[in-house]
């Protein structure tokens, strides 16, 4: 009687620990974006109009999406490496974003940022040159 139950466990064992083959992953079609161009907060989506949010005790204009996918955008201000003033918009999703800065004497400039803290952002342009941002 041992005997068939050590047979059937060994063939148990032996066919579930087959290798089999897994099916290839699906592409999870999605409207959020892998990252923020500067051309994002120039227009809402449908789909992001569906979850626009303002909430005026945030720093924040306005947000779209579900939690965890939420993205912001921000009115900034801050300096480049020069000390000129710089101001402008930009959209943030997690940590990174994109946006476009302006000054009195520079034409429109289109920035890549990321949080560097609280409030806090450090924005580099195609150029290479930096820019230190705040949120207003």
Same mark, same amino acid.
């Given at each position: 009687?041992?005997?068939?139950?050590?047979?059937?466990?060994?063939?148990? %064992?032996?066919?579930?620990?087959?290798?089999? @083959?897994? =099916?290839?992953?699906?592409?999870?079609? %999605?409207?959020?974006?892998? $990252?923020?161009?500067? #051309?994002?907060? *120039?227009?809402? %989506? =449908?789909?992001?109009?569906?979850?626009?949010?303002? @909430?005026?005790?945030?720093?924040?204009?306005?947000? $779209?999406?579900?939690?965890?996918? &939420?993205?912001? /955008?921000?009115?900034?201000?801050?300096?480049? $490496?020069?000390?000129?003033?710089?101001?402008?918009?930009?959209?943030?999703? #997690?940590?990174?974003?994109?946006?476009?800065?302006?000054?009195? %004497?520079?034409? @429109?400039?289109?920035? *890549? $940022?990321?949080?560097?803290?609280?409030?806090?952002?450090?924005?580099?342009?195609? *150029?290479? /040159?930096? &820019?230190?941002?705040?949120?207003?």
């Amino acid at each position: 009687m041992q005997k068939n139950y050590l047979i059937l466990f060994l063939l148990f %064992t032996f066919y579930s620990c087959k290798k089999t @083959d897994a =099916p290839p992953p699906q592409q999870i079609n %999605t409207f959020y974006k892998e $990252t923020v161009t500067a #051309d994002d907060r *120039k227009t809402i %989506t =449908p789909e992001e109009a569906k979850t626009y949010h303002v @909430d005026k005790k945030y720093q924040y204009e306005y947000r $779209t999406g579900n939690p965890a996918h &939420y993205e912001y /955008n921000y009115d900034v201000k801050g300096i480049n $490496t020069k000390g000129d003033s710089v101001f402008g918009n930009i959209n943030v999703q #997690d940590k990174y974003g994109a946006g476009i800065l302006t000054s009195n %004497t520079l034409p @429109d400039i289109e920035i *890549k $940022t990321e949080w560097i803290s609280y409030g806090k952002l450090k924005a580099t342009d195609e *150029k290479g /040159n930096e &820019y230190q941002l705040i949120a207003e």
